[in-house]
């Protein structure tokens, strides 16, 4: 366990801190001239009961590298694609179900077998709604595998 202490403390390798509630003695004796700089002290030394200070880390933004937040905002902003199954006189309507089950992630039997039917009876149905990067990879694994596929942005946002 450690815990962050405000000032400078001088503990030897025999001191143990064991504060009890509502304890209201000082940690240093007098003033102290280092105030304000936070001090690691865990209680998971090397020897025999003594404390191990360390020393704050503190975290440097490198200019003209994005965050990882920064990263997760703008994929989000990313205008999302639709991947579209076309219906094909070729493929067996199995076949089209377990390529739709081994290129998408998270497709359920169903799914797989509503997309199959709806682009059989209509011509085409949409697959996935993703960030166009993905919707891209999706699409050229589901012709890698024989299948008629495009992408298109999605207009509605969805």
């Known amino acids: 366990m450690e815990t962050a202490i405000w000032g400078r403390l001088a503990l030897s390798t025999n001191h143990v801190f064991n504060p009890k509630p509502g304890d209201k003695h000082s940690l ?4 102290s001239s280092n ?3 936070p001090v690691a002290v865990s209680t998971t030394g090397q020897g025999k009961g003594g404390g191990l200070l360390e020393r704050p880390v503190i975290e ?3 200019p003209g590298r994005e965050s990882e937040f920064d990263l997760r905002k703008s994929r989000k902003t990313a205008p999302p694609y639709r991947v579209i199954l076309h219906n094909d006189n070729y493929n067996k309507r199995e076949y089209v179900v377990q390529v739709l089950m081994k290129v998408i992630p998270g497709m359920t039997l169903d799914n797989a077998v509503n997309i199959m039917q709806e682009a059989h009876y209509n011509g085409m149905s949409v697959v ?3 960030a166009q990067a993905d919707a891209e990879e999706h699409c050229m694994q589901l012709r890698g595998n024989g299948l008629l596929s495009s992408i298109e942005p999605a207009s509605d946002g969805c």
């Open 128 to 130: 996935i709604i993703c």
């Open 60 to 62: 440097k933004s490198t």
């Open 35 to 37: 105030l304000g700089i």
């Open 28 to 31: 240093s004796k007098g003033p």
